[in-house]
């Protein structure tokens, strides 16, 4: 699966429209997610912290969440866009991971400049998966 460029941008357009919702009110340090699912439906997300900081959710958790509740589990690319391309925290890739290690990750800056086109199992080498339960999970 290859995406052109139009798609890239496309996918970081959206997740940096989104990421004009962001509630940062404490760190001020916005996130917009956008991802596409295999069956092509999107869904974009956005951090959103709390007074109680651990209550903050990330936004690709955000948008991976949304997707899963409206029954899609499939994701062949999440994009994500911050003021300086920074790349997604730990246990965003765990998320991540939990859907596929193929996914495309897109990684933009606030200007909408792609920075790193990378996977999830990239991301997250010798991830621990849901195979590693010995289960076989529907997706
Ligand atoms: N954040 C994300 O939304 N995604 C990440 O992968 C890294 C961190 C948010 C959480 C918090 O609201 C802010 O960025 C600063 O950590």
Same mark, same amino acid.
Do not use: N
């Given at each position: 699966m290859s995406l052109t460029k139009h798609e890239k941008q496309a &996918?970081?357009?959206l997740a940096n429209t989104a990421r004009q919702r962001a /509630?940062?009110? /404490?760190?001020?340090y916005s996130v917009g997610a956008a991802l596409r699912t295999k069956t092509g439906r999107? $869904?974009? !997300? #956005?951090n959103v912290e709390n007074a109680a900081y651990p209550q903050t959710m990330c936004a690709e958790r955000v948008a991976i969440f949304k997707a #899963?509740? +409206? !029954? +899609?589990k499939e994701f062949e690319v999440i994009t994500i866009v911050t003021d300086n391309g920074g790349s997604?925290? !730990?246990g965003c890739r765990q998320v991540m991971a939990e $859907?596929? @290690?193929d996914t495309i990750i897109l990684l933009a800056d606030g200007n909408g400049k792609l920075v790193k086109q990378t996977t999830v199992g +990239? &991301? @997250?080498? +010798?991830a621990f998966t849901p195979e590693q339960l010995g289960k076989q999970v529907s997706k």
């Open positions: &996918l970081i357009d /509630y940062a009110p /404490y760190s001020h999107l $869904f974009t !997300g #956005v #899963v509740s +409206e !029954g +899609e997604p925290c !730990g $859907f596929g @290690l +990239e &991301l @997250l080498p +010798e």
